[in-house]
């Protein structure tokens, strides 16, 4: 299987802040990566697919980069609604497998 | 506007079997595959299976995890997809997402996802 690892695990930050989440794998997955939201109680919601593309209705402020085994997601300004646990998730062999998470809260 | 809607959760016996179904609308159902996708209490993320459209007639995948205790199947028929799980273990427990796959590229990803039911296994 191919592991998905992210870091940090935990983000402390603050309204307006830059922020970037990594993910590695554990193989090249090309560029068959996506990167989810999600906020307590509620379901994941996609941010970007293909490492790097932004999938409709989700604000220009999340870009995501990246290819083979690094990849990253960047949020230009923490807006206050992106306070969540984001992941990643490799699409490109089955099982799909996703990272472990990382938790973006106030500082 | 796509809409997903688990139902069947329960508390059941190790051992004992569960049968969940997710009610779709707003696509058309029958063209797209579909996935189920897990959260313990308190953890992240994990891929429990795929089955495809009646064009890949219907094939399968699974999680090792789950692999011969859990089977996919849909009824296009009721826009339906169902997870059967079998000899259900505790650490089996969590909520179980229904998504749909977005196959516009030769690779697929869940896009839309249901809001969840809650499978607790325990004596």
């Known amino acids: 299987d191919i592991q998905m690892t992210q870091s940090p695990s935990t983000l402390s930050t603050s309204v307006g802040d830059r922020v970037t989440i990594t993910c590695r794998a554990s193989?090249?997955?090309?560029?068959?990566l996506a990167w989810y939201q999600q906020k307590p109680g509620k379901a994941p919601k996609v941010l970007i697919y293909k490492a790097s593309s932004l999938r409709s209705g989700v604000p220009s402020t999340f870009s995501g980069s990246g290819s083979g085994t690094e990849f990253t997601l960047t949020i230009s300004s923490l807006q206050p609604d992106d306070f969540a646990t984001y992941y990643c998730?490799?699409?490109?062999?089955?099982?799909?497998?996703f990272g472990g998470g990382t938790k973006v809260e106030i500082k | 506007e796509v809409q997903l809607v688990e139902s069947g959760g329960a508390l059941v016996q190790p051992g004992g079997s569960l049968r969940l179904s997710c009610a779709a609308s707003g696509f058309s159902f029958s063209d797209r595959y579909m996935d189920w996708v897990r959260q313990a209490p308190g953890k992240g993320l994990e891929w429990v299976g795929r089955?495809?459209?009646?064009?890949?007639?219907?094939?399968?995948e699974y999680a090792a995890s789950v692999k011969g205790r859990f089977t996919i199947s849909r009824d296009d028929s009721k826009n339906s997809v169902y997870l059967q799980m079998d000899s259900l273990k505790t650490e089996d427990t969590a909520v179980y997402y229904c998504?749909?796959?977005?196959?516009?590229?030769?690779?697929?990803?869940?896009?839309?996802w249901g809001q969840g039911t809650l499978v607790t296994v325990s004596s």
């Open positions: 998504t749909r796959v977005d196959t516009s590229d030769s690779r697929a990803f869940p896009d839309y």
């Open positions: 193989q090249s997955i090309s560029n068959w």
């Open positions: 089955i495809r459209n009646k064009a890949n007639i219907y094939t399968a």
């Open positions: 998730q490799q699409y490109y062999a089955y099982p799909l497998t």
